[in-house]
């Protein structure tokens, strides 16, 4: 992706939903070179488009999540990518973070396989050159692109894999990572069950949030990938932990 590409999510993020028109003054490039940029993003799910606009769709829509503060999930994406070794099966949960993961992954290591629960994964990367992946059944949750539920459970028992990758909606001390959905945060927990090594990947505004459901304690954690805006002080406890923090420049 390109800085204009990044430039024009950024603006669609501040107005949701923007005519073309408006686009391409505020960008300063032609309407033909801004309906060439919004067919490829829409192509990569990041947006949808409109008779005359470019919108993002609910505010649970992957895509939507994936284009906010997308140069930095990028970065820490690519800083996940290191620990992974060709030749290896990795879990890879739902998440803007880690469908960017999966991404990577997928155009540039051979031989790595991702079982995932993730649907907007598996069709995003299908286009990837070294795309192995393994979709695990389940309820089908359309505006989150995710399967959940005892099916995925019993999926996913068959599959071991020493890292687990997961994102997160937000963060407390007392209990640790917290999500919003409780069918999601039990599929977490469940897939925790397959994994030695639990990664979390998240940029630090998930830390100013609290979820609604306890998706993973953070003694069960072993890294964290986010940016240098999380908070010292969650930093300090998280190290305190035994947590290992990687950060990315935001």
């Known amino acids: 992706m390109t800085e204009r590409h990044n430039r024009l999510l950024e603006i669609l993020a501040a107005n949701q939903r923007i005519e073309v028109t408006a686009l391409a003054d505020l960008l300063m ?49 690519r800083e996940a990518a290191v620990l992974v070794e060709e030749g290896e099966t990795v879990m890879i949960e739902s998440g803007s973070c880690c469908a960017l993961l999966a991404e990577e992954l997928a155009n540039t290591r051979k ?8 649907a907007f994964i598996a069709n995003h990367t299908r286009h990837a050159p070294y795309s192995r992946v393994i979709l695990l059944g389940g309820e089908y949750q359309p505006t989150a692109q995710v399967l959940v539920g005892s099916i995925t459970r019993r999926s996913a028992e068959v599959f071991f894999s020493d890292k687990l990758f997961i994102g997160v909606d937000g963060f ?19 897939l925790v069950e397959q994994a030695q090594q639990i990664i979390v ?16 304690r953070t003694d069960e954690v072993e890294m964290v990938f986010t940016d240098d805006k999380i908070p010292a002080d969650i930093e300090a406890h998280l190290t305190q932990r035994n947590v290992d923090v990687r950060k990315v420049k935001s």
């Open 29 to 77: 490039v032609s309407q033909v070179t801004v309906r060439k940029d919004l067919d490829y993003l829409e192509a990569r799910g990041l947006l949808r488009r409109e008779h005359g606009y470019a919108l993002f769709g609910s505010i649970d829509d992957v895509g939507k999540r994936m284009a906010l503060h997308y140069e930095i999930k990028r970065r820490i994406a």
């Open 111 to 118: 031989e790595v396989t991702i079982v995932t629960n993730s």
């Open 172 to 190: 407390t001390p007392k209990y640790g990572f917290t999500g919003k959905d409780h069918l999601r945060a039990q599929t977490v927990r469940d």
């Open 201 to 216: 990947l998240t940029e630090s505004d998930k830390f100013f949030h609290q979820g609604a459901e306890g998706l993973i």
